[in-house]
């Protein structure tokens, strides 16, 4: 392959990558945002579970079951503030579950920061 050729090869594989993300800018119908609030929640849960590991791996036993307890209060809550169940169908609010999602990941990495600098707190789990 010949270097113009591979310019223009790579060209157009990151024009289709701007592209797709330029979709989630504007998106065009109802199904467009869903994929695009989908892609952002997908991403927060992924911080948040990552974030839920590192901050398991510091604790102590106690703090291990109050981390665990909180974690599963703050499913149960999420899930009755974002979504609902109306007879057969159930509707889920992503930017709800998103916004929410990233403030409880915000809230273990601050656990962690306290962790690394003033040793682990279980009170504040």
Request: include cysteine; charged fraction near 30%; proline fraction near 1%.
């Amino acid at each position: 392959m010949d270097k113009i050729t591979f310019t223009f090869i790579a060209l157009l594989c990151s024009s289709s990558i701007a592209l797709a993300n330029s979709a989630c800018d504007a998106p065009q119908n109802d199904f467009d945002g869903l994929y695009c609030l989908n892609k952002v929640y997908q991403e927060a849960d992924k911080e948040l579970n990552e974030n839920y590991k590192k901050l398991k791996g510091k604790l102590d036993s106690d703090g291990k079951d109050l981390l665990k307890s909180g974690q599963l209060a703050w499913i149960e809550d999420r899930n009755s503030s974002c979504s609902k169940h109306e007879g057969d169908e159930f509707f889920v609010n992503l930017d709800c579950a998103t916004n929410t999602t990233i403030e409880r990941s915000q809230f273990l990495q601050d656990r962690i920061r306290e962790c690394a600098s003033a040793g682990c707190q279980n009170s504040k789990l």
